[in-house]
């Protein structure tokens, strides 16, 4: 759990801005009439949000998402990461492979059916490079893991 707010925290490390307090009441530009009362607008900060502004909005997501989320999915979401990462690499990787296999295709397709294509199997490739990574991550323990089987012998001679 330690691990994802630390790589969450370290990728928004930016300055949260202050919130301003509103505690002025607006200036009537027609002169008020006896029977309309004016509203003051005055905003009082929440209890909750501290006094100095910095508020960590991510950490706050994060803690959220660690009371209302199913025990051990910030684990396997952190498991899923190295197969979510080669899956968006992928795209733009096929795309690049396929722009320069054009050369050879330019003389048998058409563009429009070729770039078609080229969606259908980059697509296909990313969900399958991702349903990979969640059975991997389901199954959390490796599909290739040996077990020891003990035997016992017998020695019953009659």
Known sequence: MATLRQKISDMFKKPTPKSEEVTSTPEPKDPP??????????TNKFISEP?????????EFVDFLDRNSPKGLSKKFMDMLPYMEISFLSWPAYWIYRGYNWQHSRNTERISVYIQRTYQQAKFMQVAILATGAFVVSISRSPFQIQKIEHKISNDSS
Request: charged residues 30%; glycine residues 6%; hydrophobic residues 25%.
């Open 33 to 42: 009439s006896e029977d309309l009362p004016l509203p003051e607008i005055k």
């Open 51 to 59: 006094s100095d502004g910095n508020f960590d909005y991510q950490m």
